[in-house]
């Protein structure tokens, strides 16, 4: 038996730690047969399992945190999100198909709804159970090169999918929703330094896709009174720093991705365009680390929490590496080599997308922490290399 102080111990908790139990006065309970029972605010608890005895105490120690569903938590962006969220003291519930994402990705102590967004129904039943304070919304299809080949799949998932998304949300009276657009909604229309009232001219289904469920948030959102994040996501890279998850995606098309896979197997690297109109004729990125997009998500929720205003922010460092560059640094920082070639353009790759983060600077009290190069790839490498990654090949 344990004792403990706990003013915000709630029934909630108790049913969590011993089944469905009538809890009349949760301030002087008197459960003896469960092993319970109290004087005021004192519980007398049996053993019960590590995670739940820590996270009785932070709720009686912080007050419990509101619960988050977060679309796509079992991807790659979404299970670092959820990771953060947890580590925070929120409550998570994720939806996801596991279409590209992965039942390990998805911490053991969030609650995973194997379903379709496009299934409005089950989205309200799971956001009224779990009394869903904020929704983040990551699920989509992010493949440019599939999206060239099946377009109408992607205006499914990700235009439709958001209208579910935000129907859901009005039904089960969430207010807040974080929605997670790309860079590729700029298409050809920049050059350099972008800022996001830059003319949308996506040159690839998927960005046109995220365009349309940019319309659909803001739209919807606005008629039933729900506040807003969109962030457009530049380059997303890096892995967890202490390797718990990471990306992992077979088929993925990213650069850091064709980077490990060219030095595990020593084969050659093709760089899509060498006659861009850029410092080397390779085409300029700005990369985000995974784990400082998670952060942001974090700042951007805070500011709903305190009634902010809607907001659609670019989400990047505002820097940017060319593909060559990009692909030395990491021969250099891995100790690696594989040879290099070219080949010609990609449909669908603008020349250089670098976010202008003025407006990220002045709206959200955030700072990166991982922005390094170092910091970017060598935790890729870490994870690349971790026993965790390694036992899924
Ligand atoms: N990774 C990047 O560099 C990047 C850049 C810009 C924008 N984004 C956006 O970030 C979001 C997350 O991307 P990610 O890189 O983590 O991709 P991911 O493929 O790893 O994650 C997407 C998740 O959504 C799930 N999903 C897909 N369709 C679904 C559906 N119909 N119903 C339920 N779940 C579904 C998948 O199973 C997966 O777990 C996407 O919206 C993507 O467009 C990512």
């Known amino acids: 038996m344990f004792k403990i102080q706990m003013p915000h111990l709630n029934k909630r908790l108790i049913t969590l730690a011993f089944g469905e139990i009538s809890v009349h006065h949760c301030g002087d309970a008197m459960i003896k047969d469960k092993g319970i029972c109290s004087s005021a605010n004192e519980f007398f608890l049996p053993p019960i399992n590590a995670a739940l005895q820590l996270e009785i105490l932070m709720t009686a120690i912080m007050g419990e945190r509101h619960c988050v569903l977060i679309t796509g938590g079992a991807g790659y962006i979404g299970s670092h999100l959820a990771l953060l969220l947890q580590k925070q003291g929120y ?13 390990w990705a998805a911490p053991e102590s969030s609650s995973l709804i194997v379903t379709d967004i496009l299934d409005s129904p089950a989205l309200v039943a799971t956001m009224r159970e779990y009394q869903v304070k904020t929704v983040i919304h990551l699920a989509a299809k992010s493949c440019v090169a599939e999206s060239i080949i099946k377009p109408d799949d992607y205006f499914e998932t990700n235009v439709k999918g958001t209208q579910s998304v935000v129907g859901a949300c009005a039904k089960a009276g969430v207010r807040q929703l974080l929605f997670s657009s790309t860079a590729a909604v700029y298409g050809n229309g920049t050059h350099g330094l972008v800022k996001e009232d830059a003319p949308l001219k996506p040159i690839s289904p998927y960005g046109q896709s995220k365009v349309e469920a940019e319309k659909v948030v803001a739209n919807s959102c606005a008629r039933y009174g729900i506040r807003y994040v969109t962030f457009r996501f530049f380059n997303v890279i890096g892995a967890h720093p202490e390797g718990i998850v990471g990306q992992y995606s077979p088929d993925s098309e990213h650069l850091l991705q064709k980077c490990l896979d060219s030095a595990r197997k020593n084969s050659a690297l093709n760089i899509f365009g060498y006659d861009y109109d850029t410092a080397d004729g390779t085409p300029e990125r700005d990369f985000i680390h995974v ?33 060559l560059t990009f692909i030395k640094a990491f021969q250099k920082l891995t100790n690696t080599v594989f040879p290099v ?18 407006m990220l600077g002045e709206k959200l009290d955030w700072i990166p922490e991982y922005a390094s190069i170092e910091q970017m790839i060598g935790s890729s490498w870490a994870w690349e290399n971790s026993l965790v990654r390694r036992a899924l090949k």
Do not use: F, K, W
């Open 91 to 103: 409550r998570v519930v994720i939806v996801d198909d596991l279409s590209t994402g992965n039942t």
């Open 291 to 323: 784990q400082d997009l998670a952060s942001l998500h974090l700042h951007a929720m805070r500011h709903l929490d305190y009634g902010g205003e809607s907001l659609l922010l670019n989400a990047g460092y505002g820097n940017c590496y060319s593909a």
């Open 341 to 358: 070639g070219y080949v010609l353009r990609r449909d669908g790759d603008p020349a250089s997308l670098i976010a202008d983060i003025s």
